[in-house]
């Protein structure tokens, strides 16, 4: 199985985080003006000189926010990160900001993917988690231009008491839209999400025995976030199908904030440095706590004796989210 050691999978950038939709769910507590504090694009340069020259496999960036489209410089962060051949992929919000023309200019500057976020079928339901009227027509509409623009679709959807009884109808929905990945997001109790809005153990069991039976039949691919144990579900089902190591917090996946802080993942936040004093690949590699989190066997409880914790390992930040200790089984798994 893959250690992710010595270098991330993906690493999601905040480059800013501001942003005018008011999400439900937001884990950044998005605001509506930028951070004087966020990383200039000079201080950008190095981290990606970084990223494209320590790494055997450097990881693929996405640049998210906030929206980074309230970056008046980001078609100047796209083209310096595809200048050092790095996979780049694009996370927006779906505001009046994003365009067609945008999108195309996108095209030209060599970004790989776009991923939207679509968290119900209809209007009334994703409008209302994303606490502002004309989104989801705007995101349909944008996903379309994506396609036709020969760049890769992303759909993330959000997985909460308020949508979880709209993922029959979206699966109809992201097969139309004709994407490359449908991406689940489990909500977790950080930011502005509450435990209330997140699925309990058995509702997230369900939720991902019904995926698995779904992404099978599909010529896109499906992930999780906030859910590792996905794998251990899948492979219970195909038990003859090799067990890989699923990227999660520190292992496979990073994140650094618009001030250059380094987290294990958007939703864990705990920082392990930053970027203006340590180079991103020292603090991936050497921090103690991505060592720690890194170390399944650290775990306690069932995480720590589960037969599938080197694959999975839960999740992290739900541990801390719900718990407080980042080495706490995952509560929202029910696998004993």
Request: aromatic share 8%; with cysteine.
């Amino acid at each position: 199985m893959v250690s992710y050691a010595d270098g991330p999978h993906v690493l999601t950038w905040e480059i800013t985080r501001a942003c005018q939709l008011h999400c439900r769910h937001c884990r950044a507590r998005a605001i509506p003006r930028r951070d004087p504090d966020e990383l200039s694009l000079e201080e950008m340069i190095p981290v990606l000189d970084d990223l494209a020259g320590n790494f055997a496999h450097p990881p693929i960036l996405v640049l998210t926010g906030g929206d980074p489209l309230e970056r008046p410089d980001l078609d100047d962060i796209i083209q310096e990160a595809r200048a050092r051949n790095l996979v780049v992929a694009v996370a927006p919000s779906a505001t009046p900001r994003l365009t067609p023309e945008v999108v195309q200019r996108w095209h030209e500057l060599g970004v790989h993917s776009v991923s939207l976020s679509l968290d119900g079928s209809d209007r009334l339901v994703h409008d209302a988690f994303r606490g502002s009227r004309g989104t989801f027509e705007r995101t349909i509409a944008m996903a379309e231009t994506v396609v036709k623009a020969g760049l890769g679709l992303q759909i993330n959807t959000s997985i909460s008491q308020q949508t979880v009884d709209q993922l029959p109808k979206m699966a109809e929905l992201v097969r139309h839209l004709k994407v490359t990945s449908w991406e689940l997001f489990f909500v977790i109790p950080t930011g502005r999400a509450r435990l209330m809005d997140a699925l309990s153990g058995e509702e997230i069991e369900q939720v991902l025995d019904w995926l698995t039976e779904f992404a099978v039949k599909q010529p896109f691919r499906v992930t999780t976030v906030g859910a590792p144990q996905y794998i251990r579900v899948i492979h219970r089902r195909s038990p003859d199908m090799p067990l890989r190591t699923v990227a999660r917090e520190a292992r496979g996946f990073a994140f650094i904030d618009h001030r250059g802080e380094v987290f294990p993942s958007g939703y864990l936040p705990v920082s392990a440095g930053n970027v203006k004093d340590q180079t991103f690949s020292e603090i991936y590699r050497q921090s103690g706590l991505f060592q720690m989190l890194r170390d399944p066997d650290g775990f306690e409880g069932p995480c720590g004796l589960c037969h599938y914790r080197e694959a999975c390992g839960g999740s992290r930040a739900r541990a801390y989210a719900v718990t407080g200790s980042l080495v706490a089984s995952d509560p929202g798994c029910v696998w004993v």
